[in-house]
């Protein structure tokens, strides 16, 4: 995936926490020129990383390339899907040469999918924590975020709520946002 003024743009961002080696190390994005460009050849354990951009830039297939390739590293992952479903996820990851049915299949990943208008921002969050309580992993993916319904201050604060609920085990979050 070639980095462009039109490609998606990352940001991450580490938020004060608690010390724990669990909290060490890179999770590499499976992109080369993106890992490079990032430092230290990927984005800090326990931090979140915030990728934007318009529609059809990538996003999704960004989200996709990190998930592959944590479960390339034998991690686990789960992935919040409240637009798409995870079998529209797997068959796009396909077309640029990403199998991941092949890391369902094998128990490292899973995909939640709810429609952001099925429940209020509350219960997407207590959902959340039950689906990060029954499967344990190490990064999840929250795909698209920002279109969860609600007044945007309740918005807002659910989905820092979110992010910080995943920290506070001191994963990796990914968590995108169209422009």
Known sequence: MPLSCDSPAAHAAALPGPASSRADGIIATGVVGLDAMLGPCGFHRGSSARISGAAGTG???LAASIIDAACRRGERCMAFMFEESGALIIR???SIGL???MHVSSGRLRFEAARPSLFGVETHLARMHRDLDQFPQEVVVIDPAPT???PAGALQATLLRMIDL???RHHGVLHHAAQ
């Open 59 to 61: 996003k999704s297939m």
């Open 92 to 94: 796009n990851a396909h």
């Open 99 to 101: 199998d991941l049915d």
């Open 148 to 150: 969860l319904c609600g």
């Open 166 to 168: 995943v920290k506070a």
